[in-house]
């Protein structure tokens, strides 16, 4: 990255310690499989859906990587005011469930990986389901990063906002258990790969009721153009 990029890409004045304080346990397993995702497609394209005024870019930038903020409308406007966008880096003022976002994904050819923090949880089944698919059919090769509650820890967490929804920011929609992990590859044809991110193995053998309400981080990997397709299923 040449002086000048790095100048441009730089955070904004008094944003820079934020942009370098490393995130919490579930945060760093996100930046762990965008990470990943980078070493194989240096010059993909990381979309982080509902990331709000995230600092995501400045702690993942490889100098060579674009980056799309996808949010809301009023969000858009605050984000674009305090963090505006640079030469790799956009903001998309579109709802998660308006599909039309994924037109704003220039050369998805170099790789796409989309990471949805405490978005799909938020979802009801058939828009999971059809975010998945659409991901499937138009980034081959790409990955979707997203974490879930587990249906006992989904409970709770409804009792938990009661009527007013609480503190939570949204109703949890829809959960999914550890076990339930392959169906979420039925959703789509395209789907390849489903997997936990990051070491919960230890938590679940030894506190398996803490473990059992722990909220997962999964990545689904799209399979290439041309590669062979599975039947879809439901995914509830």
């Known amino acids: 990255m040449t002086e000048s990029e790095r100048n441009r890409t730089a955070a904004p004045d008094g944003w820079a310690a934020g942009a370098r304080r490393e995130p919490g346990a579930r945060g760093r397993r996100f930046d762990t499989a965008v990470r990943g995702y980078l070493a194989r497609y240096p010059e993909a394209t990381v979309v982080a859906l509902g990331e709000g005024l995230g600092m995501g870019f400045w702690r993942l930038d490889n100098g060579r990587l674009n980056w799309l903020t996808v949010v809301a409308p009023e969000t858009a406007a605050v984000r674009r005011m305090l963090l505006p966008d640079g030469p790799r880096r956009r903001t998309v003022a579109r709802a998660v469930t308006d599909h039309r976002w994924l037109d704003a994904v220039r050369e998805p050819e170099r790789g796409v990986v989309v990471t949805a923090p405490g978005v799909l949880m938020r979802l009801s089944p058939p828009s999971v389901r059809a975010l998945l698919a659409v991901c499937?059919?138009?980034?081959?090769?790409?990955?979707?990063?997203?974490?879930?509650?587990?249906?006992?820890?989904?409970?709770?967490?409804?009792?938990?906002?009661?009527?007013?929804?609480?503190?939570?920011?949204?109703?949890?929609?829809?959960?999914?258990?550890?076990?339930?992990?392959?169906?979420?590859?039925?959703?789509?044809?395209?789907?390849?790969?489903?997997r936990e991110v990051g070491p919960a193995g230890w938590l679940r053998r030894r506190m398996p009721v803490l473990g059992a309400l722990t909220p997962l981080v999964c990545e689904v990997r799209f399979a290439a153009a041309g590669s062979p397709r599975r039947a879809s299923s439901a995914v509830r």
């Open 136 to 194: 499937a059919e138009r980034f081959p090769g790409g990955a979707l990063v997203f974490d879930v509650l587990p249906r006992p820890a989904m409970a709770l967490a409804r009792r938990a906002a009661g009527p007013g929804g609480g503190r939570w920011p949204g109703p949890v929609r829809w959960g999914l258990n550890r076990a339930e992990l392959p169906r979420v590859a039925g959703a789509h044809p395209g789907i390849a790969v489903v």
